[in-house]
């Protein structure tokens, strides 16, 4: 299939730039930018008028829910969510049932989803074994069979031991820990950030020292080990001041935010949303607003969709008692275009945050747009509000606390390899 990509406003979030020009594909490729390739005959013209043509988005945290919580989502379900939502590249949680502790659970999971011609997948595998924090998984069989980094998801790892015994595991072969820092005894029971807020709803509190005590600990170990440390969903204005000085530091550090995160506080929790029940919690305004800066100056190096379906049974117990969680897939886009308007970004450095960040802390050659390269595209319209609503989701879980709002920033056309996977009439 050969596709003429005309008259679109390119971003470049490599070099920064936005330009008009066309894009060229032929054999999943992009043959070709500006001027026509020559002996270029296309199958089928897609006119981009008015429409943003950038790199597919690369997705850092995305819950498949497959193996084992299929009642909560369904791989079809979440890859078609996640196309609509531009995103060609995804990383999956290993916290599944069972977790992907072993070889044969991250090769059938790359084989069903291979199989759907969607969204790539890019599994984590479990650092411990059965994510029990206490003995280590074989890590290198894991990344034979797939798996591009370890992370104990949102299971907690409470033996400082274990913790070094897997920094030094990893260090030996260049792979990146992924760590959620959460002090598991500090937040033991809590659903909320310990504020006044929590206070006044009778929630039971996670004061944010329970990060910034576990980020200590994650820094220490990187010092001692040498290893390479990918922090996730990082939510306090202190969290992300030490991860700053530790970047000066040279410590080989990376982080994200979920894109929830950049927009709400405890405050939104209002009168019991579950929906606003995530882990980590919505913290202070202080805090949310070190997030939103951290994401202008680097310190913070991605955003991610933090996406975790949750069905509405579990959402309609009361705060405490439902489920966390929220989706997101098809929100990254225009809640990224939300906070970079508020914040006066740039359309290409808020798509970097999306993709070509990302990209480099998974260490694959994604989020770019270039000649040579895998045509993995998201077209977009980025002045088209649209609302929320249950209806208009394709992911199964319909849990967000931007249910009924209206955004700007749709997706009209998805390719992966050069296919369209995705298409929306205006």
């Keep these: 299939m050969k596709i003429h990509i005309k008259n679109g406003r390119l971003i470049d979030p ?4 936005e330009t008009s020009q066309d894009v060229f594909i032929a054999a999943g490729k992009v043959v070709g930018m500006g001027g026509m390739p020559g002996d270029f005959h296309a199958n089928r013209v897609i006119d981009a008028s008015g429409l943003v043509v950038c790199p597919g988005f690369v997705d850092l945290s995305a819950r498949l829910r497959e193996p084992g919580f299929e009642y909560l989502a369904t791989l079809e ?5 996640a196309v609509a939502g531009g995103v060609t590249s995804l990383v999956c949680p290993p916290d599944t049932d069972p977790p992907l502790d072993e070889p044969g659970l991250v090769e059938m999971l790359r084989h069903r989803a291979k199989n759907l011609n969607q969204a790539r997948v890019f599994p984590l595998g479990a650092l411990t074994q059965k994510l029990e924090g206490q003995r280590l998984t074989e890590m290198a069989e894991l ?5 591009v980094a370890f992370s104990q998801a949102d299971a907690p790892l409470t033996d400082s031991n274990v913790m070094l015994r897997a920094m030094q595991y990893a260090s030996t072969f260049n792979f990146t820990v992924w760590l959620r820092p959460q002090d598991s005894f500090l937040a033991r029971d809590g659903v909320a950030h310990d504020g006044e ?5 009778g929630l039971s509190g996670i004061p944010a020292c329970a990060e910034t005590i576990a980020i200590s600990k994650i820094l220490l170990l990187m010092k001692e080990t040498g290893a390479k440390v990918h922090l996730c969903r990082l939510s306090t204005h202190d969290g992300v001041e030490m991860v700053r000085e ?14 929830h995160h950049a927009h709400m506080s405890e405050m939104d929790i209002g009168y019991f949303d579950s929906n606003c029940h995530l882990i980590p919690p919505f913290r202070s305004l202080r805090d949310r607003d070190a997030l939103r800066a951290g994401l202008v100056d680097g310190a913070i190096d991605a955003i991610c969709s933090d996406h975790s379906p949750v069905d509405d049974d579990a959402k ?11 989706t997101g897939l098809e929100l990254l886009l225009p809640l990224t275009l939300k906070w970079a308007r508020e914040m006066g970004v740039g359309l290409p450095q808020a798509i970097a945050r999306i993709t070509t960040e990302p990209a480099r802390i998974l260490g694959r050659n994604k989020g770019v ?7 993995d595209l998201c077209i977009f319209d980025p002045d088209e509000y649209w609302k929320i609503l249950p209806k208009s989701l394709k992911s ?13 920033g749709r997706v009209r056309y998805t390719l992966v390899e050069g296919h369209v996977v995705y298409e929306r009439s205006a």
Excluded: W, Y
Aim: contains cysteine; aromatic residues 4%; negative net charge.
């Design 14 to 17: 490599v070099a920064g730039t």
């Design 77 to 81: 379900s979440e890859m078609q969510a």
């Design 143 to 147: 990344h034979d069979a797939g798996c």
């Design 197 to 201: 807020v929590a206070s006044r709803l």
């Design 246 to 259: 530790a970047k000066k530091g040279g410590l080989p550090l990376s982080c994200d935010i979920g894109v």
């Design 316 to 326: 309609l117990l009361p705060f405490a008692e439902a489920e966390a969680g929220v």
């Design 369 to 375: 747009l270039a000649v040579g390269l895998n045509a």
């Design 396 to 408: 199964q879980g319909k849990n967000t606390p931007f249910l009924n709002a209206e955004l700007a």
